[in-house]
């Protein structure tokens, strides 16, 4: 079966803190790509980082860091010195491929970071 | 590039009318899109896969017969609420595959309220 968990389901913090979002996945698959998109209140999912299977670095851009850990099918995202313009509801999604294309997408995390 | 436009933005109709959605990628050719419901708070729910010159693939619950999908061309999928109800009220995003590219790419999405 193939499936991502959020367990937070809601986080608030306030601004300047660092922040982190889990993702855990599961998949039978040997290649897999992994996703995560920033949802903000208009609506317009806004991609933020994918990952392949064979790339286990971790990468950071700006404010954002991700640490993926296929030992413990983790995808873990970070936000350091969180500002009032990060509150969204981020999304981890995962993509087979097996040819379709087809994500499967986390429950998300609604971030509220407060002035 | 990769971008996906969907129109309408939003839409108010009356119950038991019907209401078509359009989703069309403007600077490439999509061999395949998605549509996804999304209600309040909650995730992306894939409804069906849709391939350009062949029949939709609908996910497990969704009527067939309720949301016809058209994929007529390579740049324009359409999704058509039928006979609308309060409860289709949500929110309807398309997204498109890029040949080449190992992502989907989303369109801003629609929002349909039933009245």
């Known amino acids: 079966a193939q499936k991502v968990t959020q367990a937070q389901t809601e986080i608030s913090v306030v601004e300047k803190e660092d922040v982190t979002l889990d993702c855990v996945y599961e998949?039978?698959?040997?290649?897999?790509?992994l996703f995560w998109y920033k949802q903000p209140p208009s609506g317009e999912l806004v991609f933020l980082i994918r990952?392949?299977?064979?790339?286990?670095q971790n990468e950071i851009s700006g404010r954002y860091s991700w640490n993926f850990q296929k030992s413990t099918s983790s995808f873990n995202f970070t936000i350091t010195a969180s500002q009032v313009v990060d509150s969204a509801v981020y999304f981890c999604?995962?993509?087979?491929?097996?040819?379709?294309?087809?994500?499967?997408f986390g429950t998300g995390t609604r971030l509220k970071v407060l002035a | 590039g990769a971008v996906v436009s969907q129109h309408p933005s939003w839409v108010i109709c009356k119950s038991g009318t019907s209401v078509k959605i359009e989703c069309r990628s403007l600077d490439f050719q999509a061999t395949t899109m998605f549509w996804y419901r999304q209600f309040p708070k909650q995730s992306l729910m894939l409804m069906a896969t849709?391939?350009?010159?062949?029949?939709?693939?609908?996910e497990q619950g969704v009527e067939k017969d309720k949301f016809l999908i058209n994929h007529a061309s390579l740049t324009l999928s359409t999704l058509t609420v039928t006979s609308a109800h309060p409860e289709d009220s949500s929110f309807y995003i398309c997204?498109?595959?890029?040949?080449?590219?190992?992502?989907?790419?989303f369109g801003p999405g629609t929002r349909l309220t039933v009245l």
């Open positions: 997204s498109a595959n890029r040949e080449g590219a190992n992502e989907q790419f």
């Open positions: 999604a995962l993509d087979t491929t097996s040819g379709t294309y087809k994500y499967i």
């Open positions: 990952r392949n299977s064979f790339d286990e």
């Open positions: 998949t039978r698959d040997t290649t897999y790509y």
């Open positions: 849709s391939n350009e010159g062949s029949k939709a693939t609908y």
